[in-house]
Every structure is written in structure tokens, then in C-alpha cells.
């Protein structure tokens, strides 16, 4: 069965801790990407990978950074976490552009 | 990035065919067509994609228009499982292209 794991279902930290969350794929996908899900604007994507060391821009990267080292493992960083920064966060992988793409369960943040 | 248009909601009877339309009208040669679905408290999972032709699976149907501009797709016989927010999504083939850009989506309601 294949697997998309988010380290966390919910999470609760304070403004301005360094907070990682966790993305493992066991599908040797190429692709992977971070969204965040805000009630009344949908899922924004925040940074995606197509591969190890690669990274690109989605549309609201501001305020987070990412890392993949292997290419299992996606993480996103809020340096400085702020409360605007709660919300509900998706990982998704995909082996190439035009295949479907596999989605965790996600990590509900909430900032304080 | 190319745009999707879809209405805001659809509502429709169990056991009945549900089309959802989409508009791609700035879509590119390469872009593939995707259709995810959102149960609630859920991550997005995979429904139906395709390039030209049109896409028959377990799931759905998905009719593309001959020019591309849009699409449709079809739950043949609809249950009150299929209750969901549909996204129909423009993915890229080229580095950088991958990404996956979600809209508003549309909210089905199926009544008993």
C-alpha cells in the first residue's frame, strides 16, 4: 500500500519556535510538495521538490523553507513560527508531472 | 500558471449521474488534466487524469473536451460516500511544471 507519512496529526507550538514538520514517501517518487489548507481559501501550495537538493517556489512561501536531503523525505521549516502560520498542512508526492499524486493525512499547527 | 474555473458547489441525488464541469481555457499542449477529491477531515486523494483522450476508471469518467478547454467529470451512479469538494487541476510536464496547483474546487452534496 503505498504511503505518505506526516510525522504529526496535530501540533502545538509557541510564536517564534523553529518548527519541522516531517514528509516520508516509501513510493520513490521524484515530486513532492507542501500545501497549507485555510478554511475559505482552499489548499496553497508552498514549496515543492522534483528532486534531492531541488526545490522551487509554490505561491506562499513566505515565512517557511524546505529541505530534502533523501529523497524520501521532504521537510518544512517555519524558522520563526507566528500565529498566522496555524493552520493545516498537507504533504503530497507524485513519481512524475503527469501522474497522480498521493496525499498524507496532514498536520493540524496551531501556533500560540 | 494555467487556471481552472469550477463552480462553487453541485448538488445532486444518490444513486444519480453527477457531471462536474471545468474550465481550462489558457491550457497549454502538455498540460495534464486532474481531478482530486476532498473528504472532510481528509487529504485530497486521487480521482481520474488525462492528456487528450477521454479517461474511464473505477472511480469516475473524465470527458475532455476536443479542444481542451474544458472538462468533465462523471460519477455514474452517485452514493452519499462521494460527498466531497472536487479539484480540477492543470499539471505541467516540464522541471518546475510539476506542480500542482489547487483552486476553490467544487462542494458536492449527494441527498439520500
Known amino acids: 500500500d503505498v504511503k505518505v507519512t506526516q510525522s504529526s496529526r496535530y501540533l502545538v507550538k509557541r510564536t517564534g519556535e523553529k518548527v519541522f514538520l516531517e514528509c516520508v514517501q516509501d513510493m520513490d517518487h521524484e515530486n513532492m510538495f507542501w500545501y497549507r489548507q485555510d478554511p475559505g481559501l482552499g489548499l496553497r501550495l508552498i514549496y515543492f521538490s522534483y528532486d534531492v537538493k531541488m526545490k522551487e517556489k509554490g505561491d506562499i512561501p513566505e515565512g517557511y523553507s524546505v529541505s530534502r536531503e533523501k529523497k524520501e523525505r521532504f521537510s518544512l521549516i517555519l524558522e520563526s513560527a507566528s500565529t498566522n502560520q496555524t493552520s493545516m498542512y498537507l504533504c503530497a508526492s507524485s513519481l512524475w508531472a503527469g501522474s497522480e499524486a498521493f496525499f498524507g493525512q496532514g498536520t493540524r499547527l496551531t501556533v500560540v | 500558471d494555467a487556471k481552472t474555473t469550477q463552480p462553487n458547489s453541485m448538488e445532486s441525488n444518490e444513486e444519480e449521474p453527477v457531471h462536474l464541469p471545468c474550465n481550462h481555457s489558457?491550457?497549454?499542449?502538455?498540460?495534464?488534466i486532474h481531478w482530486y477529491r476532498q473528504l472532510p477531515s481528509q487529504g485530497p486523494e486521487y480521482v481520474i487524469h488525462g492528456l487528450t483522450s477521454n479517461v474511464n476508471n473505477r472511480m469516475a469518467s473524465l470527458a475532455i473536451a476536443e479542444d481542451r478547454k474544458s472538462s468533465t467529470l462523471i460519477l455514474h451512479r452517485a452514493t452519499l460516500r462521494d460527498a466531497a469538494v472536487y479539484y480540477c487541476i492543470l499539471s505541467g510536464k516540464g522541471q518546475g511544471a510539476q506542480k500542482l496547483v489547487f483552486g476553490q474546487g467544487t462542494r458536492l452534496t449527494i441527498n439520500p
Open positions: 489558457t491550457i497549454s499542449g502538455t498540460d495534464y
